[in-house]
């Protein structure tokens, strides 16, 4: 064996061995990405907790997540009953719920967390948990917009934290982006690598920078898309045909943004006015604050640029 494999190889067998031994993994906040990931995680073998400060939240969980195994099952186990409701019911049950995250980190090998898009909030989590999960446990974020290193820097585990940026709806979309600060140790990286196709996810590396890939290309056109329909130069409408129909898209930016929710995007923007103040595109938009101010979040209030059935 040459030193290269030998070096490899061990190098892969220590990082395999860390994401083996991922099996019980907490997800923090059951949101739509929340409960996506948690479903995922059920899916593929994890005894999972999924938690929310927000009983109500967890209850809507457990509903979509019923109603998503179920789109799931058909496809992969198409004109096999039984083994679509088996694999229905095992995956179900692998599935706990909590409305105490402190609680629910006690035997965790992963946290994944999923909440609200706000530093503060997320900063004072992790040091909860920080003090409740065993030393082995890694800490990752979902997070859209905001730096993985300031989440992580009010915990003592920095070299077990980084990023797990999943895409919405988390059954279907098959990107993950591994995020890793300057911090996050060569084995906690691989673990999470490894962990995320264990998930049957396609991973990429990216550093910790604004949107990582995919954002950082993706909001930007968001922002543009709604400055030109505040300038009124086209309707939220015919700038999603036209994006669909002339730039492949499976969806338009307006309905990306329902999809998405308008207070997520709100909370990206707003961070980001205050992170690059300069930046005449990060500036915040009259609109956007408007029908949030209003309780329009998109599909999941029933209302935003488009209406929809509760
Ligand atoms: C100036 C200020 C402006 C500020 C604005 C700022 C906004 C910034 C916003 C950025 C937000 C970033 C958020 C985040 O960090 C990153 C993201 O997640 S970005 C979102 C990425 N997602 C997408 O781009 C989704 C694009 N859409 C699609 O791919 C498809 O439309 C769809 C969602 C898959 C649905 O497909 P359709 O064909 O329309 O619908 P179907 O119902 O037929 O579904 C197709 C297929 O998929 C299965 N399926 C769909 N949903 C689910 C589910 N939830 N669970 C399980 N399975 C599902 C379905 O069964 C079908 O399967 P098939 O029958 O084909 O086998
Ligand atoms: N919506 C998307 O398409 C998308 C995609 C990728 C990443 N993200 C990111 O994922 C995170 C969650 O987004 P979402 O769309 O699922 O939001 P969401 O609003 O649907 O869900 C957030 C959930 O977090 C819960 N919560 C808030 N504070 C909490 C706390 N301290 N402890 C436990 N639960 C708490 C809320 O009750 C809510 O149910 C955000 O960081 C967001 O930027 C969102």
Redesign the pocket.
């Known amino acids: 064996m040459s030193f290269f494999t030998a070096l490899t190889t061990r190098t892969f067998s220590s990082s395999a061995r860390m994401a083996a031994a991922i099996k019980n993994v907490t997800v923090?906040?059951?949101?739509?990405?929340?409960?996506?990931i948690a479903q995922v995680a059920a899916q593929t073998g994890h005894t999972v907790t999924m938690?929310?400060?927000?009983k109500a939240?967890v209850d809507k969980?457990e509903k979509r997540i019923a109603a998503s195994i179920q789109r799931v099952a058909k496809k992969k186990f198409s004109g096999d009953e039984g083994e679509a409701t088996k694999f229905i019911s095992e995956a179900i049950g692998r599935l706990n719920t909590s409305?105490d995250?402190v609680a629910s980190v006690g035997s965790a090998d992963l946290v994944v967390?999923?909440?609200?898009?706000n530093i503060g909030?997320?900063q004072?989590?992790f040091k909860e948990l920080d003090q409740a999960a065993p030393e082995h446990t890694i800490f990752a974020?979902?997070?859209?917009?905001?730096p993985i290193g300031k989440i992580a820097e009010v915990t003592d585990r920095k070299d077990r934290f980084g990023g797990l940026?999943?895409?919405?709806p988390v059954p279907v979309m098959k990107l993950l982006e591994v995020v890793r600060i300057p911090e996050t140790s060569q084995d906690t990286y691989e673990a999470m690598c490894v962990w995320g196709k264990n998930m049957g996810k396609v991973t990429v590396e990216c550093k910790d920078t604004p949107g990582f890939i995919v954002n950082r290309l993706l909001v930007p056109y968001m922002f543009e898309s709604v400055r030109m329909l505040e300038r009124g130069d086209a309707s939220a409408r015919d700038i999603d045909v036209a994006m669909k129909l002339g730039a492949g898209y499976p969806m338009g930016p307006f309905e990306l943004m329902d999809?998405?929710?308008l207070?997520?995007g709100k909370?990206?923007i707003d961070g980001w006015a205050k992170e690059y103040p300069e930046n005449p595109l990060y500036q915040p938009s009259e609109l956007l604050n408007k029908m949030v101010a209003e309780g329009k979040l998109g599909v999941?209030s029933g209302e935003g640029f488009y209406t929809y059935k509760k």
């Not at 923090?28 to 996506?36: D, E, Q, T, W």
């Not at 938690?51 to 927000?54: G, L, S, Y």
């Not at 940026?165 to 919405?168: A, S, V």
């Open positions: 923090i906040g059951s949101g739509l990405m929340g409960a996506g938690v929310d400060i927000d939240a969980a409305t995250a967390e999923a909440i609200v898009e909030v997320k004072k989590l974020s979902n997070t859209s917009s905001l940026h999943f895409f919405n999809y998405v929710g207070d997520t909370f990206i999941k």
